[in-house]
């Protein structure tokens, strides 16, 4: 009995002592693998700042009034947050790859599944923030367009087009991620016509006047007298 | 030296085949082949009669027309002693006719750097470049604006026209105060479709190879090239040219258009010399052939209700981008006026230069969009011109050039605050 209690004793210990002789290299190597990932991730990112700041990416972004959706989220400026970026992806890409080295079973697959998702959740995010950013820029066009063409009512010009774009950017995204796709379609297609259908009904039963002068316009058999401003040059 | 390649095999055939000459005259233009031939009949006889001795060309570069003019174009190939001449005097030499095509986009910019381009090959002394609605205003207009390029060696010749006091408002409040009081000399017409250099200027203009894609460049070439003269210290001057025509089709060109390019133009001026204006102080008056520009008065219907409407909505409307261009004193001040009754409102030089000062500050420093930024300045100038006309409807052609007078010493004494807005923002993107 009380060699056996030995035996058991002496075998868990070896099991142990086995397991830490097995485990710590493999923590080590992960340490190292994290530390190198810090540097190589600093050092990129430090590269990528540099480079951006060289090439101007701000004033680009400025012109493309991507910067203004930056402020509005209370995010840093473009070249920031590129560099910020590629700094956490090449940090995190190591942080996993030293994991693994670890070769805790169930572990690898999650990472292995997380690795071959990234692809799509980056897609989805640049397909979302290049939507915010052409709903701006293009809802702000058409804002200025309609107050200076003296429309009525040009903040509804303008939404309706942020509206549009927003709701097709994300489901554009949502499409990347493959999360319920075929709800996703239904969805924009139900809103998309929706809405065009809710357009032309108000447009040709509630605006019967407009849609007349409008086209009167369009055919040059407008009555009303064309405004006319001083010539400016 | 101008860049071959950049003209087509049949322009260089024919500027090899003219060889060199005096002076050379462009015709810019998108318009019907009709309206270049009356052009370049209206350029020629000026030319017949009043540079004789000399040898001229005539290159008429247009987008649409091109080669519909050009089959009928060479065919009058300039005979001396053409019908066209009223004073018994005819050219003693061959008029040339030259037509160029674009490859490419159409562009006034890319139409001008086909002139310069030929004028260097011609090795033309001075050259004018006018447009076929006002070249056949008068046939004198060509050539007052060659003689002093070509006789009395200034380098830019800038126009001078009798107009309407409601005419050429954006010129008259913005364009002219603004280029004075930043340039430092006092040139009316930066912005016109006729004008005049000599060879130095166009070489120089000429060799900036990386200006020619610039929006400012493409639609504005004259007032890029004025300036060029201005800040690079060339011998400017202005000439009296008569009463500038009105459009062909009776309506004004399209506002936001206008102001797109021409206020546009300004603001990326300022931006690619801002050394050069930075540094002057004050302003200079330019030799001046003829009198000065004539105002007229008749009456003049024009819809200011609407324009003021415009003003409001556009202020209530545009308030967030306002907000992001202006300062919050600025944008206070407007939005005050803008609640104001028609009857007592008004839009002080103060606040217009100011303002004015700030939208450039916020071009350069890219606030938003500069195209959207451009744009958000079109009702605030419809506010403007609405006070100017409420309050001048009355007024005497003295009484508006004091008025004038005055709103360029307003500019030229808030300049050092636009140095302060631009230079604030370096500092702080830096």
Not at chain 2, 305 to 334: C, D, H, W, Y
């Amino acid at each position: 009995m009380r060699v056996t209690i030995v035996q058991g004793l002496e075998q868990a210990y070896y099991n142990l002592v086995h397991m830490v002789a097995e485990f710590l290299p493999r923590f080590v190597v992960m340490v190292v693998i994290i530390l190198v990932g810090l540097l190589a991730a600093y050092l990129l990112g430090h590269m990528l700042r540099a480079v951006l700041r060289l090439t101007k990416l701000d004033r680009v972004s400025e012109d493309a009034g991507a910067s203004r959706v930056l402020r509005m989220a209370d995010l840093p400026s473009m070249t920031e947050l590129l560099s910020r970026s590629i700094f956490w992806i090449t940090w995190v890409g190591f942080i996993l790859i030293g994991i693994s080295v670890l070769g805790v079973a169930g572990l690898q697959e999650q990472i292995s599944r997380l690795f071959r998702f990234l692809p799509e959740v980056f897609i989805a995010m640049l397909i979302l923030f290049l939507g915010l950013v052409l709903a701006n820029f293009l809802s702000r066009a058409a804002l200025l367009a309609s107050v200076n063409a003296g429309i009525r009512s040009p903040k509804i010009w303008s939404w309706s087009i942020r509206f549009v774009i927003w709701i097709l950017a994300i489901s554009m995204a949502l499409e990347e991620l493959g999360l319920a796709r075929q709800t996703v379609l239904a969805a924009f297609s139900i809103v998309f016509g929706a809405s065009m259908l809710g357009l032309a009904i108000a447009f040709g039963l509630g605006g019967q006047d407009l849609a007349r002068r409008a086209l009167e316009r369009y055919l040059g058999n407008s009555t009303k007298e064309k405004y006319k401003e001083p010539q400016p040059l | 030296m101008a860049d071959e390649t950049f003209l087509s095999d049949d322009l260089l055939r024919q500027l090899m085949s003219v060889g060199e000459v005096d002076l050379l005259v462009g015709i810019l233009s998108h318009s019907s082949a009709n309206t270049m031939r009356r052009a370049a009949h209206y350029v020629e006889k000026s030319l017949q009669q009043n540079f004789v001795r000399q040898r001229v060309a005539i290159i008429s570069v247009d987008g649409g027309a091109a080669e519909d003019a050009g089959s009928d174009y060479h065919s009058g190939d300039g005979q001396p002693g053409d019908s066209l001449n009223s004073k018994g005097l005819s050219s003693l030499r061959t008029i040339h006719r030259i037509t160029a095509g674009f490859n490419g986009t159409p562009s006034l910019g890319l139409a001008l750097r086909t002139i310069l381009s030929s004028s260097d090959l011609l090795r033309a002394k001075a050259c004018a470049v006018v447009s076929p609605v006002t070249s056949s205003a008068s046939p004198e207009w060509v050539a007052n604006l060659l003689r002093p390029a070509f006789r009395d060696n200034f380098d830019f010749v800038a126009p001078l026209y009798s107009r309407h006091k409601f005419q050429g408002l954006l010129a008259r409040n913005l364009l002219y105060p603004m280029t004075r009081a930043l340039f430092g000399r006092r040139i009316r017409e930066l912005y016109s479709d006729e004008w005049a250099f000599s060879s130095r200027l166009g070489t120089l203009c000429l060799n900036e190879e990386d200006v020619w894609r610039e929006e400012a460049v493409r639609s504005r070439p004259e007032a890029w090239m004025g300036i060029s003269a201005l800040t690079s210290d060339f011998r400017c001057c202005q000439v009296y040219l008569g009463e500038k025509p009105p459009p062909p089709d009776g309506a004004g060109p399209d506002l936001v258009e206008v102001l797109r390019q021409t206020v546009g133009s300004l603001f990326w001026l300022l931006e690619t010399h801002q050394q050069a204006w930075m540094e002057r102080k004050g302003s200079e008056p330019v030799p001046t052939f003829g009198p000065d520009h004539a105002v007229t008065a008749e009456p003049m219907e024009i819809n200011r209700a609407r324009m003021f409407e415009m003003f409001q909505n556009g202020v209530k409307e545009l308030g967030p981008i306002l907000q992001l261009i202006l300062s919050p004193e600025t944008f206070a001040s407007i939005q005050g006026i803008a609640t104001l009754e028609q009857q007592f409102f008004r839009f002080g030089s103060e606040l217009w230069v100011t303002m004015l000062y700030e939208f450039a500050a916020s071009y350069h420093h890219s606030v938003i969009n500069r195209d959207h930024l451009v744009q958000a300045l079109v009702p605030l100038y419809r506010g403007k011109i609405y006070a100017f006309l409420a309050e001048f409807s009355e007024a005497s052609a003295a009484d508006m050039e004091a008025v004038s007078e005055h709103l360029c010493l307003e500019f030229e004494r808030q300049k050092p605050y636009l140095t302060e807005k631009w230079k604030v923002g370096v500092e702080v993107k830096s």
